[in-house]
């Protein structure tokens, strides 16, 4: 598991759908490269006027900040798919809805991260993002403006650590069974 | 000690355990994955790749492709194929492994056809890859929604961990009203609660009410637990739950079933013990329900449907694993016997499996919703989830039988889509516009 990670974060608010993360009419694939074309496609442009995906189809974002509920809806792992492919490392977020935080951890694909604390007003879509990984998880602003340089604790990955740290449930278990030392 | 659920005790069972106790993780055996067509591929592709094609012993696979079948496109037909030529193989290996494939027409909607061929058993601990996975604990089983690495995982080694949820306790007493469903009731908890409110609990369901309920109306609340973020939905099991594995389930399964898993009597170990604790109880006087309306972008966005009477439709679909099951066709055939469809509006009916539709034929309900003015599909998902079969354009409105109303979730991301009972949907395309079911 990396111990740093750094990006520009998108914010978005609470109970962001897997729909609307990768519509339903995309899953006729699981290839990344298109799935990651179409991340976000369905975000209402009325609530998030900065879209997620460029016109080009490219992403400069690293990191999703949310709300509650992260990733509610369908159990597609296309979604945690399609973020990562788009760009996405971590998503921080108030609370996941459980399949895309299983989805995530066990398919070893963007790292999900708890936070107590409402994010939304310490980072702007668009500010620069560090996250420590090494012990207690932490994410600093490292944007130059008003927000910048403050840093906010997340939580601990507790028993799924194990899990997040072989990179998967593929290689957690395959572990387990002996066929890889 | 205090007591303990049903969701507790079963999990405990599954992880070889005294007592599960929730926060707790476990790993826990799998009785029964179910697969379908759009989350399967990768996991069957993960089991070759990793675990040498080898299916875990002892773990029962049922295969209900439905999502995008009879295949709406090349795409979906290679994913078709794959999964397919993943039953001969295993089928020819010898693995527990049971097809409901297209070929022959016995097929449909997964959540309806794993109980509806018998493949639910209390106790039993059931996952599949999709998030409705839930409904089966309609039957008393614990049964959730998992991914497809997640899926790849429980193919190889019949096992997979879990986190113990606590329990939500609904109780329901009082008397449904008749234009009221088993969907009116989720709708006014979902509406309360919110899409969260059961965020990785278990929503059990308990009271006179349920008592009452029968299986398909059971289903509707089980099948809709994830809407409120829930891990699993469950209801102890009675006798209409015998009365549904008798009709359903093998008598030389049930039997073995009966006397290996349950020493005896279904009874003693599925029920949650009277002092089980709940980490919180919600009562519901079924009485004060009427029908309701969950209007777009969530499912917890819930109104009396008597307060959106100017909201024109352009589409009323039933169907989909909550309102495509027989008594949702018999409650809507009720409401639209000798009348038709309003000008303007497409109605859209969408069986669940092929042994419902045979039935709305042989009982006459197909020359009900014909003469109607209604449309008929082959059983699939279809535009429930926007697959196909009736995707919305922009601007266009739908009132559906279905689970979801997430912006663009039926077609364009500018269409909009209103939850509710068949029967409000029926009621509604009559009258071009939404409207609850008459008393």
Not at chain 1, 19 to 36: E, H, S
Not at chain 1, 43 to 71: M, Q
Request: net charge negative; aromatic share 6%; glycine share 10%.
């Amino acid at each position: 598991m990396r111990t740093e990670l750094r990006g520009k974060v998108y914010v978005i608010g609470n109970n962001i759908d897997t729909d609307a993360i990768i519509p339903a009419r995309y899953l006729n694939t699981m290839d990344p490269a298109v799935l990651g074309k179409h991340a976000m496609e369905d975000l209402d442009p009325r609530k998030y006027p900065i879209p997620f995906l460029s016109k080009d189809g490219t992403c400069s974002y690293g990191v999703v900040i949310a709300g509650k509920n992260f990733g509610c809806g369908s159990s597609r792992e296309h979604a945690p798919i399609a973020l990562h492919a788009a760009g996405i490392d971590a998503v921080i977020a108030g609370s996941f809805a459980r399949i895309f935080y299983r989805n995530a951890v066990n398919g070893g694909i963007v790292l999900p991260l708890e936070s107590t604390l409402d994010l939304s007003e310490s980072f702007r879509t668009g500010d620069e993002a560090k996250i420590e990984l090494s012990g207690s998880p932490v994410i600093s602003n490292e944007s130059h403006n008003e927000r910048g340089g403050r840093a906010y604790p997340l939580m601990q990955f507790g028993p799924v650590a194990e899990i997040i740290e072989a990179g998967g449930l593929t290689a957690y278990n395959k572990k387990r069974l002996g066929m890889i030392k | 000690m205090t007591g303990q659920t049903i969701t507790e005790k079963i999990l405990a069972r599954a992880a070889g355990k005294e007592r599960a106790v929730p926060g707790e993780t476990i790993d826990a055996r799998i009785d029964t994955l179910m697969m379908h067509d759009v989350t399967s591929s990768g996991a069957i592709k993960l089991l070759k790749k990793e675990f040498g094609n080898k299916v875990a012993e002892g773990l029962e696979i049922v295969v209900t492709p439905d999502h995008y079948v009879p295949n709406k496109d090349i795409a979906s037909a290679i994913l078709y194929q794959e999964l397919a030529r993943f039953v001969e193989e295993q089928k020819a290996k010898g693995a527990d492994i049971h097809d409901y494939m297209v070929e022959g027409g016995d097929y449909g909607v997964c959540h309806v056809m794993v109980p509806e061929k018998g493949h639910v058993l209390p106790g039993q601990v059931i996952v599949g890859g999709d998030s409705h996975t839930c409904t089966y604990g309609a039957l008393g089983a614990f049964s959730t929604g998992i991914g497809t690495t997640e899926a790849g995982n429980v193919l190889a080694t019949g096992r997979l961990w879990f986190r113990v949820p606590e329990s939500f306790l609904f109780e329901v007493d009082g008397e449904m009203p008749k234009n009221v469903m088993a969907k009116d009731l989720f709708l006014r908890v979902v509406g309360e609660i919110g899409v969260d409110g059961a965020l990785y609990q278990a929503m059990e369901w308990q009271g006179p009410v349920i008592s009452k309920m029968s299986m398909d109306e059971r289903m509707t609340l089980t099948n809709m637990a994830i809407e409120a973020g829930a891990k699993s939905g469950i209801i102890v099991p009675d006798d209409t739950t015998i009365d549904y594995l008798v009709e359903k389930v093998p008598p030389k399964k049930l039997d073995s079933y009966i006397t290996e898993s349950c020493g005896g009597g279904m009874e003693a170990e599925i029920q949650s013990d009277p002092d089980a604790q709940y980490a919180r109880t919600m009562k519901i006087d079924a009485s004060s329900l009427e029908p309701l309306v969950a209007c777009p972008d969530l499912p917890s966005n819930v109104r009396p449907a008597r307060e959106l009477q100017d909201v024109r439709i352009d589409q009323a679909y039933i169907g989909g694993c909550t309102g495509g099951k027989w008594e949702d066709f018999v409650a809507a055939a009720k409401v639209l016997e000798g009348k038709r469809v309003a000008k303007g509006v497409r109605l859209l009916i969408v069986p669940s499996t092929a042994d419902i539709q045979r039935r709305l034929v042989k009982e006459g309900l197909y020359d009900t919703f014909m003469d109607a003015g209604a449309v008929f599909s082959a059983p699939t998902c279809g535009a429930c989830l926007g697959g196909y079969m009736g995707i919305l354009a922009p601007g266009e409105v739908a009132i559906s039988s279905t689970n979801r109303n997430f912006r663009g979730r039926m077609g364009d991301p500018e269409s909009r889509v209103y939850l509710a009972s068949p029967k409000t949907v029926a009621a509604s395309a009559i009258a071009g516009h939404i409207v609850g079911a008459e008393k």
